[in-house]
Structures are given as C-alpha cells and as structure tokens.
C-alpha cells in the first residue's frame, strides 16, 4: 500500500538527500496515506489491532508531532481513549505547552508514530511524558527503517516499539512487485548498513 500510493519511494540511482546530509535511495513520508480512505482505514485499524495486543491496558494515545498526530487521533477514536499530542519541545508562546491534550498523572500511555529512523526525535517525546508522570507503555509505528542504533535506542530507554512494516519486507515487496530490478536490491541492503557512507564513493 506505501509503494502504491507513493507514501515510499525508491530511486536507488538518483538518491534522496536526507535534512542529515545522508544521501538515501528511499524517501518515506507516511502523511500521503491519509489522502487515500482506503489505505488510511487499514493503517488506522492495523495500529488498533498493535495496541490492543502488545499494549491492552493502555489508557491514552498520544501522537508524535507532527507526522504522528493525525494517526493517533483516528487511533484514539477507534480505541475510544483519550487522546493528546507531544512536540519535540515546548511551545516558544502562548502557555509553553510540550503535551497537548489532558495527561493524568500516571496515567498509562501509548504513543503513535508514523516512521522510526534512529528513534531520537520520537524518545525526546517518551522523556517528556514520562517527565510529566505518564507511565508510556510503548509505541506503534506505520514503518522503520530497521536501523541497529535505532533498536539499541528504544531499549536503553526501556521502550517496545511495534511496527506495522520495515525496511526489509518493503524490498522484497518491491522485488515481488517489480518496482525495483532484482540487482538494486543489493544496493538497498547496504544503505541501511551504513546509511552515512553509501553512494559516496
């Protein structure tokens, strides 16, 4: 469903440049699903079917800004939980807000993002609900890239993470699919290996 409706793409010959610098043969922006009732209403229901299995006491959702917001509140609405938004850091304005929404104080927590790359940006959120005494259970995801550093991430802050897809079922899928040639298969493998050094030769 990514591939179909462009949500990811692969151009292994003419390769992305990421706000890191890193050069990338996939470009991934999961907000394009929300254009598409169909593929919305699946992701929507697959990250319900996520939380009520790996997370079933789970008392809120709260989204990741930005990209996570929207996902979470459908996610919310089907769970019919409380829902609230968590930016990366407070608001520069107004009441300085960081947490959106209504957080009790241990109240249980499960966060919603739509794609995990190191996991840095989506952890800062988890430190700010946990500093506000939110007991964050875990987090769902639409995709990851599958990185190593990402993993060791999410478990030095002691957090699950659950995806709905990943880097390597999305090239076979392509393979399968034939989206991309069976020989830039190869070439994909070894950017997320060593994302900062591929293609720089």
Request: hydrophobic share 45%; net charge negative; proline share 5%.
């Amino acid at each position: 469903m990514l591939l179909d409706v462009k949500a990811v793409r692969l151009r292994p010959d003419e390769p992305f440049t990421w706000s890191s610098g890193w050069k990338s043969p996939i470009y991934c922006d999961n907000r394009v699903t929300l254009s598409y009732p169909d593929v919305r209403t699946y992701i929507k229901n697959a990250l319900a079917d996520a939380i009520r299995q790996h997370f079933p006491t789970a008392g809120a959702i709260a989204g990741v800004a930005t990209a996570g917001i929207a996902q979470g509140a459908l996610v919310a609405d089907i769970l019919n939980l409380p829902y609230l938004y968590v930016r990366p850091e407070p608001k520069k304005h107004g009441m300085g807000n960081q947490i959106e929404g209504r957080l009790q104080e241990g109240q249980s927590v499960v966060l919603i993002e739509d794609l995990i790359s190191t996991g840095g940006s989506s952890l800062k959120v988890v430190d700010a609900l946990r500093q506000a005494g939110a007991e964050v259970l875990g987090m769902a995801a639409i995709f990851t890239y599958g990185f190593p550093v990402a993993a060791q991430n999410f478990a030095d802050k002691g957090v699950e993470l659950v995806c709905l897809s990943n880097y390597e079922t999305l090239i076979n899928e392509a393979q399968q699919l034939n989206y991309i040639p069976a020989e830039a298969a190869t070439s994909l493998a070894a950017w997320r290996q060593n994302p900062a050094e591929w293609n720089k030769n």
